[in-house]
């Protein structure tokens, strides 16, 4: 079975179609590219052919590179790996440079083959790259089509000439949104920034028609004729030097420098335009290679792509249980949580009772899925009929009879254990046998939590993030009763929400919240020690974190970092930690500096609750040191306590599989994704390193970086924990 077949139709047009076997959508491998350019070689060879045209047998053309085989190419280039990528890109770029000649005479550019391509739907990626080097990109009137170049995402560029071949065709500054951001158009939108020529309504025919009439100079690209000069200006130019000074500033204060694909890709682009079009494709090779090399790239795309996919398609699901799709949901709690949660269910066209003790409760939290469709419709996302469907899904109520019918409930009230079991019990009194029952809590045991329920083995924990519409993780939580069926309802349901699940064990704080904390304490001990709060926020900032510790606990409220304190303490006893922290917080709760919701915290706010600056009062009351520690010190402590965290919830069995581990700490709350997450961070600097720096930080700073055995013992056998605790490792079996 191939990917590419070739059909000479009695006009002479050779149609290529890329459809790959048992896939629902085409992406390229090692193994296609050759059948790729054999075809290319056949057509032109051919004189009954007088052009060619690529299309796809699928309702998309195709959605990029296989990022398995990117995630393995390294691996695969043998004793001189950067050698074996970069010849491994230069065959890539010769056979699209090929299709872009399409055998022409280098000197009179007369002669040649057209060749365009026919889009049905969705190119991205290499699903671009390909069609950008042929002579005229023809795509269906498809508004659900995504059209570009997403690499950026996965810690990669497009490295297969559509970094060369966009900034030639558009110019630096009009491409720097599809390759620094990632953007995606729908194709009138792709057509009208100059991506794509046309979009039509029957692709395949259209660009058939063009390539009967296509003259040679029609196939000429722009750059390879005679006085091209780029759009916009080369570096050289007054227009075009001022562009690559803003767009270096652009790039380093977006990225603080630790994405090594955003900058690599700036100096492709920038090199490049210095250079012939030959010369650039090699350049973009090398930098390319560059990025391949660098391991911030291979953890990236597994942890962001292969391990986040697989989590997504039910790597982690009990085997032997049938589908637990959810029909009827209940949401318990109409507040922020509950109405987002509404909202998400009722966009997969879930029936959502929504519940609270007040209706008018109840229908401001309907409200918020109606004023969220309304903005949709407003911004053209969403038609008014889809609108309308949507919000009517939800059923506003304060009657619990209502819940009848329901498959899963999940509660969302407040996090008292009382009121929890209040509802649990007024749910179970309502619901059939079989109904699964969900609470939506973030510290509170579900073990402890289940005993309020009549079928403990039916009892779950379902964390989502807030915003929940915007959060993209969700954490399930096994009680220590939990069976599986109840572990495939929420796994089935997060997937029809379209979010990305993990599955841990019952434990403080579960997962998530338990790395987290650390790092928010971590950075108002070091206000307490005097360190400078710009230098903690910017530290966090500039090795990958998206807010700061001092920021974050801002946003997230100190009184609730007070609660969650006093019932940390009340709980542990005399082997609480955090005495230290809990000063600079009580503090804060009695001046009343309660975040951004108070327009007072670490920071200052104006009366619209924007941030005006750190705090003079918290710098006042914790005077800064006069001699301050370095920067990857300070990094240091706020990696580490969160990354040992992390090891020991997978040496207590809180998680199960490091794939969640790091999935989990990106998506949830941000960490580092440069790093693939905070084991893929551990592996990165290796485990013998990582044992002697928490040896060194726990001497300096405390037992909270003491090396967990684990980890010790990694660092003795020189091991890594992807090529120990990977599902397809030789250790793992």
Known sequence: MTDFTMETGADGVAVITWDCPGKSMNVMTLEAWDEL??????????????????????????????????ARMKDMAGDDPARGLFDGIMNAHRIMRKIERAGMDPKTLKGGKPIATALPGTALGIGLEIPLSTHRIFCADNPKAKIGLPEIMVGIFPGAGGTTRLVRKMGAMAASPLLLEGKLNDPKKAKAAGVIDEVVEDPLAAAREWVLQAKDADIVKPWDAKGYKMPGGAPYHPAGFMTFVGASAMVNGKTKGVYPAAKALLSAVYEGALVPFDTALKIEARWFTNVLMNPSSGAMIRSLFINKEALEKGAVRPADVPDQKVKKLGVLGA??????????????GIEVVLLDQKQEAADKGKAYSADYAAKGVQK??????????????????????ALKGCDLVIEAVFEDPKIKAEVTRAVDAVTDADCIFATNTSTLPISELAKASKNAEQFIGIHFFSPVEKMMLVEIIKGKETGDRAVAKALDFVRQIRKTPIVVNDARFFY????????????????????????????????GMPLGPLQLVDETSIDLGAKIARATKAGMGDAYPDGEVDEVIFWMEGEGRLGRKAKAGFYDYDEKGKRTGLSEAVKARYPQAEVQPDLIEVQHRLLFVQSLEAVRALEEGVLEDIREGDVGAILGWGFAPWSGGPLSWLDMIGAPYAAERCDQLAEAHGPRFTCPALLREMAEKTQSFYGRFAPDSAAAA
């Open 37 to 70: 350019d054999q075809l290319i070689d056949a057509a032109l060879a051919d004189d009954a052919v007088k052009g060619v045209v690529i299309t796809s047998g699928k309702d998309s053309f195709a959605g990029g590179m296989d990022l398995k085989v990117i």
């Open 335 to 348: 507040g922020m949580m509950g109405a987002g949660i509404a909202l998400v269910s009722a966009q997969a």
């Open 380 to 401: 053209k996302k969403i038609t008014q009929e889809k609108a309308d469907e949507m919000v009517g899904r939800i059923t506003a109520t304060t009657e619990y009879d």
């Open 512 to 543: 998530a919240n338990r790395c987290i904390i650390p790092y928010i304490n971590e950075g108002i001990r070091m206000v307490k020690e005097g360190v400078s709060p710009a230098l903690i926020e910017n530290a966090a900032k500039m090795v």
